[in-house]
């Protein structure tokens, strides 16, 4: 038996993969790109803040000193109020309600408040587009389904998927060396695009099943829904009693002994229900944590699950670990980050085949170099402008529409391709030079550092990479006749 | 986390010599030698188990699949026949000012809305209306629905794109939804 597809389904497959790709190919490529870039979110959050107190040992003292600090701080209490405690990735302590936030300092008191700079920007902008939060979430979420329709499709449109299997040419031919590293870039990572699509898609629809769900068959009782998936909040009448936060931990070492805790939630505090919730990572496991229950005086109550409850309640807890790259340390989020990038390099190269395929030129060309470019310079003058104390949304937007009506303007994609890779290098240089003049250059922040050396480092390998271009470009345009004299 | 030790490196080097087999096939033999074949994917299916061995399935499983596909990349990237980079060839083509026919803006328009519109109905009420008929766990059949909600939307949305008449894939999914609406609010 063959598996073979006839050629009339390769023929509409291609169509049908055309047509998707074409559809989504600017939104996958930003989403994509910024998804790449998210992956070390945490690394710009340190970066971006370089001066908080950062330390990784805390005492049960320092949480209730926080807890008290925070509560006289804001004007009324929040249902529940979170400690996000200290991991290797991020050695900062921060309290929040959700609307108030501050790091702590090592005496629990309260320190600064996060920024919602360019890192929050960045964020934003792959979770939702900076779309109102449920719509942009839902729209995100549809780009996985598309994914998810981009990889069905291009899997049965490519019957030389054996034949080709390691088939690179590079400088051949535009359209043939563009298709080789769409085709290679795609196929070799297939499950793992399929994996990130799918999360995706599970973490922006999620909503839409639930709304829907719980209307037909829960009485619209949403809550009824998400506690079927994910366990209900244990039931307390108790009065509000003094937090025993020593105890808790304590409790937890002796219930949970592997457990990793990264943050704890306090609900109901200083009323009646009042109990404490600890969130914590266990080894191994891709479930984002395990919620284990205490009373106010540290006794334990229960767990959750979701480490050892239903498979599906795994399942669901454990795609968020999975679609981020938030497990096994820094190498596992570099390797995210490159995996991120070659599926931006599939969605600019499946646009590239398809213009390089056409008989004509228009304007279609210079938009689709002023995007694929343009974002990333954007993304540079976003960073600089929020430096500076300027909206970053509000520059990536100017600065990405320029871009589009210069090369609109210019109508050499060459030309447009090179302006803005050595404004991309210079934009990288000045956000180093912006970050020196507020920082300072003695005794900066070791990730601040090295984020500052790669980012002049590509900020020189672009200027320098547009210099040897641009020469290659001029020698091509001299006649063979004249080289070789 | 990733550590360098013995179980690690074992995994990368069996991953990598697996890739290196596969393509060694691929290259030289012409995908014509079983044996080159056979020890290829199970030099890779090794690194899979010592994945799974060092750092559980869960972390196993991610950690394969990232150093399969980097592995591959690199004998790709070896393979490459480098030359010359030739000028872009876009200026000699002409430059035109495209305008898209009434025809084909209304048939862009009409696939999107279907995709977008009716297989999200479709698709969505399917999903819930199995979960009705579903035996087993409630929590295990939604989180069960609710991937397959997305992937069979993208299942239509590449039946909708691949197909030439509209019609069919129109009307399938309106049935879908109806039939599925029957069986969850009836």
């Known amino acids: 038996m063959s598996v073979k597809p006839s050629a009339a389904l390769v023929k509409s497959s291609l169509s049908s993969h055309s047509w998707l790709g074409l559809s989504v190919a600017l939104l996958m490529y930003l989403v994509c790109l910024s998804g790449a870039l998210v992956v070390f979110f945490e690394e710009f959050e340190r970066w971006e803040q370089p001066n908080i107190p950062e330390y990784v040992d805390y005492s049960p003292e320092l949480i209730s000193r926080a807890v ?32 108030n936030e501050w790091f702590v300092n090592q005496d629990g008191s309260l320190n600064e408040s996060p920024v ?174 395990e919620m284990y229950r205490f009373s106010s005086d540290g006794s334990f109550i229960n767990q959750q699950g979701l480490s050892d409850g239903k498979a599906g309640r795994q399942i669901a807890y454990s795609v968020y670990r999975l679609h981020f790259g938030h497990f096994g340390g820094f190498a596992v989020k570099i390797f995210y980050g490159l995996m991120g990038l070659a599926l931006t390099v599939i969605s600019v190269t499946g646009i590239n085949i398809w213009l390089a395929k056409r008989k004509h030129r228009s304007y279609l060309n210079d938009v689709w170099v002023a995007c694929v470019w343009g974002t990333p310079l954007a993304l540079s003058g976003a960073a600089s402008a929020a430096l500076v104390g300027q909206s970053a949304p509000i520059s990536f937007l100017i600065i990405l529409l320029g871009s589009i009506s210069c090369c609109v303007i210019a109508k050499n994609e060459h030309r447009a391709r090179q302006m803005l890779l050595a404004s991309l290098g210079f934009s990288l240089l000045a956000i180093v030079g912006c970050y020196t003049v507020i920082h300072g250059t003695s005794d900066q922040h070791p990730v601040a550092f090295m984020l ?22 001029r020698e091509s345009l001299i006649p063979p006749e004249i080289t070789s004299l | 986390m990733i550590e360098f030790n013995d179980l690690n490196v074992l995994a990368i ?34 690194a899979l188990y010592v994945w799974c061995l060092r750092d559980g399935w869960e972390f196993g499983l991610t950690f394969w699949l990232i150093t399969s596909a980097c592995s591959a990349w690199f004998f790709s990237l070896c393979d490459s026949q480098s030359q010359r980079q030739q000028p872009s060839k876009t200026t000699d083509k002409t430059y035109r000012f495209q305008i898209l026919s ?62 030439k008449r509209l019609r069919t894939p129109l009307f399938s999914l309106i049935f879908i939804s109806a039939a599925s609406s029957l069986l969850l609010f009836l």
């Open chain 1, 68 to 99: 008290d600090n925070f509560s006289q701080r804001v004007d009324s209490l929040a249902q529940s109020i979170y400690v996000v405690l200290p991991t290797e990735a991020v050695p900062r302590i921060h309290v929040s309600d959700g609307e």
């Open chain 1, 116 to 289: 919602e700079g360019w890192t929050y920007f960045l964020k934003e902008l792959h979770i939702n587009l900076h779309l109102p939060k449920m719509l942009g979430l839902i729209f995100v979420g549809i780009l996985g389904v598309m994914l998810c329709a981009l990889i069905i499709s291009g899997l049965v449109a490519h019957p030389r998927i054996f034949k080709d299997a390691f088939k690179l040419r590079f400088g051949a031919n535009k359209a043939k060396e563009q298709a080789d590293l769409h085709n290679r870039l795609s196929v070799w990572g297939t499950p793992f695009y399929f994996m990130i699509g799918l999360t995706g898609a599970f973490i922006g629809l999620v909503s839409i099943i639930i709304a829907v769900g719980a209307f037909a068959l829960y009485e619209n009782d949403h809550e009824a829904m998400i506690a079927a998936v994910y366990g209900g909040d244990p039931v307390i009448t108790t009065e509000a009693a003094p937090l025993n936060f020593k105890a808790t931990l304590q409790s937890l070492s002796q219930v949970a002994p592997t457990a990793q805790p990264i943050y704890l939630v306090v609900h109901n505090l200083k009323k009646t229900g009042q109990f404490i919730e600890v969130a914590a990572t266990l080894p191994q496991r891709l479930i984002y944590s």
């Open chain 1, 452 to 473: 500052n050396i790669i980012l002049s480092i590509l900020g020189f390998g672009l200027l320098l990479m547009t210099l040897s271009r641009r020469r290659k470009y």
């Open chain 2, 13 to 46: 080097m069996a991953n990598m010599s697996g890739v290196c087999v596969i393509y060694w096939d691929w290259k030289y033999l012409k995908r014509a030698q079983r044996l080159s074949k056979i020890s290829g994917w199970g030099l890779v299916l090794l």
């Open chain 2, 102 to 163: 009434r025809a084909r803006v209304g048939h862009s328009l009409a696939t999107f809305l279907v995709v977008c519109v009716v297989s999200l109905i479709a698709c969505c009420f399917f999903s819930l209306a199995l979960f009705t008929l579903l035996p087993g766990d409630e929590s295990n059949n939604l989180v069960f629905i609710a991937f397959l909600f997305p992937l069979l939307w993208a299942l239509a949305s590449y039946w909708v794109c691949a197909t």
